[in-house]
């Protein structure tokens, strides 16, 4: 057989055979043949493996789905268990490669549905555990499973019924009658049930206090994996997370299980004040002050305390002490478990104990915090530079270090050396930004030069190609010489292009003098990407003064806050409009919900960081 296929057995026939299928009839059979059952089974679920994307996968479960009837009780409790895992993640995509085992899954309910009353309980949690799995909310899936769940007398099965109830309707009243099921792990999942259907106004604290004794119940271990997998991996952090919308339960979770005698109750009163706190935005003085006292507790429960105050932002700053003296009683900044975290918490809280501690930490490979106050830069710049110069391109820090300094701007101005040497190396790009950012203090031959021969610098000899990063050397160029033309010239004919971001950007700052171009922009104000819109809406306003079409394309991208999140996209957007100002006064409905919301917006550091910028929007187009 040649390449086009010719031959005794054309290529679109063989692309629809599996590779191993030769081996499955024996394997279904033997699943159904005393003394083969086992291990017919045990080699087909190590054939099929977790790969759900192949064409094998698909063709053996739709046999198995088949199957079912004629499976003795022991080897449909397997099967079931292997349904759900592996429905779980078929069905999270139902495009690409995908989309076979995600139709077969989303489909497979008519075959499990008659299991649901099973004589054996086994296969009765099986198969509630694989219709919730599945996402299957067909009102015949749901009748079934609350008229066995009314009857069901196995603890196990129960639980797996009203779990899988709880993921396919909202029927709060429904669970209710179950948070006083004698059995623990039962009233855990109906508590489940009554916090993801809400219904926070007529709270009473039951389904918390139910989750408290379920995980009483659980002890040191997980959840049983049979049938809270995935959710048995953490059952603190996720309870804790579902009680956090309705306050009454999350307070009666926290009150049952604050100062208990386990170490691992103690941690999860840690986990639901944090959770707390970060979806609401009340000062709650009382939760901030039990996170923080968690640090003198054991290390279970401090390490539980470090990541919550990691994400508190400002609002954590009067307990930067506390954190201070936990990290030295662990061995100081060098050394201390939960010392990258306890980092992130102090620049959050803008705390300038931290300038030190991240010179310490800068070696760490979990070190990822930015951005760092300017007002550092004094006390870092020695040990910056010298990281610049003394570690390669690819090092992890000295990315972290040129998007620093381009936060910075002026106050940089003492690396400007070390950024020009860096400008014939794989993040010649990166080092452009911050000698831009920089601007005129950069000023000086060796740096224009550099940065104009990258301007029109290619492929060649010993060089790489630089990724489109002539655009981002004239931009610096220009920062640094003041002279505009390089910059107009080819942020312009990348614009022309149809190329987004960071071209629009530049163009932005560029302003009037970039009026040539502006017909170059103009049609990017409904390109298909999110950045580009919002960035061809700041360059079109900044370079014309004509505030309605940028304010057209910008007020859908506000669209995301309606969910009560954050992006960075949203954030850019909301300052555009208060550059705009008072022509953007569209925008003001949207911003007084974000300004007057009780809930927080993403973390709290991006809600914060939001509501200052929304704040000083709507006062720009108030004012104007």
């Known amino acids: 057989m040649d390449e086009r296929g010719a031959g005794p057995v054309a290529w679109y026939v063989l692309e629809g055979v599996p590779a191993g299928r030769e081996e499955m009839p024996g394997l279904l059979r033997g699943l159904v043949t005393r003394g083969q059952r086992q291990k017919s089974w045990r080699r087909l679920e190590d054939k099929l493996g977790w790969s759900t994307d192949t064409p094998l996968f698909a063709h053996a479960v739709a046999h198995l789905l088949g199957l079912l009837p004629q499976l003795d009780g022991r080897r449909l409790v397997q ?26 899954f989303t489909n497979a309910w008519p075959h499990v549905l008659p299991l649901v009353s099973h004589r054996a309980e086994g296969v009765r949690t099986g198969a509630a555990w694989v219709l919730r799995s599945i996402r299957c909310a067909e009102p015949a899936v749901l009748g079934a499973l609350r008229r066995q769940a009314a009857v069901e007398e196995d603890p196990t099965a129960l639980a797996s019924q009203l779990l899988a109830v709880g993921a396919l309707s909202e029927d709060r009243e429904w669970f209710l009658p179950w948070l006083d099921h004698s059995h623990p792990l039962v009233a855990l999942a109906a508590a489940r049930g009554v916090l993801v259907s809400g219904g926070a106004d007529t709270a009473d604290g039951a389904a918390g206090r139910a989750v408290a004794r379920g995980l009483a119940a659980a002890g040191t271990q997980r959840l049983p994996d049979v049938p809270w997998w995935p959710l048995a991996h953490d059952p603190a952090g996720h309870f804790a997370e579902l009680s956090a919308p309705c306050p009454p339960e999350s307070a009666a979770l926290f009150e049952a299980v604050a100062g208990h005698p386990r170490t691992e109750l103690r941690r ?6 944090g959770a707390r706190l970060r979806y609401w935005r ?5 939760l901030w002050a039990a996170v923080a006292a968690g640090l003198d507790d054991e290390p279970a429960v401090a390490s539980v305390s470090v990541e919550v105050l990691a994400g508190g932002g400002a609002a954590a700053a009067p307990y930067a ?8 009683r662990s061995g100081g900044a060098a050394r201390a478990a939960g010392a990258d975290l306890a980092l992130r918490a102090l620049v959050g809280m803008g705390d300038d104990r931290a300038a030190d501690w991240y010179a310490v930490r800068l070696d760490s490979p979990w070190l990822d915090v930015a951005p760092l106050p300017s007002r550092w830069a004094p ?17 992890r820090a000295v990315s972290l270090i040129l998007r620093t300094l381009a936060e910075w701007g002026p106050a940089a101005a003492p690396a400007v050396p070390e950024l020009v040497g860096l400008l014939d190396t794989p993040v010649a790009r990166a080092a452009a930004e911050a000698l ?19 301007v029109t610098a290619g492929p060649g000899p010993g060089r790489r190609p630089w990724h489109g990063g002539a655009q981002t050397a004239a931009w610096a160029y220009w920062r640094v010489t003041e002279d505009p033309e390089p910059a107009l010239r080819l942020c312009g004919a990348a614009a022309r292009a149809g190329l987004g971001q960071p071209v629009l950007r530049y163009l932005a700052d560029l302003g009037p003098r970039a009026a040539r171009h502006a017909d170059a922009v103009r049609p990017l104000l ?12 700041e360059a079109w306003w900044r370079i014309t003064g004509d505030a309605p079409p940028a304010v057209e394309a910008l007020l859908p991208e506000l669209a995301p806050l309606a969910r009560h999140s954050a992006t960075p996209l949203v954030l850019r957007t909301v300052r555009v409009l208060g550059a705009i100002g008072g022509p953007a006064a569209a925008a003001l409905p949207v911003l007084h919900e974000v300004t007057s919301s009780p809930r927080r917006y993403g973390g709290i550091p991006a809600d914060e960081e939001l509501l200052r910028a929304a704040r000083t929007a709507m006062s720009a187009i108030e004012g104007t």
């Not at 009340?282 to 009382?286: I, Y």
């Not at 006390?379 to 090092?395: A, E, F, K, S, W």
């Not at 409904?526 to 809406?537: D, E, H, I, L």
């Open 79 to 104: 099967v079931l268990d292997f349904l759900a895992r592996r429905g779980h993640h078929a069905c999270r995509s139902s495009v690409g490669v995908h989309r076979r085992a995600y139709e077969l």
């Open 268 to 273: 999860t009163a840690v986990s639901a004040a």
């Open 282 to 286: 009340d000062p709650a003085p009382g």
């Open 321 to 328: 002490d506390q954190l201070v003296r936990h990290v030295e």
């Open 379 to 395: 006390r870092l710049l020695p040990v910056l530079r010298r990281r610049l110069t003394g570690h390669g391109p690819y090092d």
């Open 436 to 454: 831009g950012a920089v601007g005129p203090a950069a000023a000086g031959r060796r740096a224009a030069g550099r940065l104009a021969a990258l």
């Open 526 to 537: 409904t390109c298909p990407g999110q950045w580009s819109r919002v960035g061809a809406a």
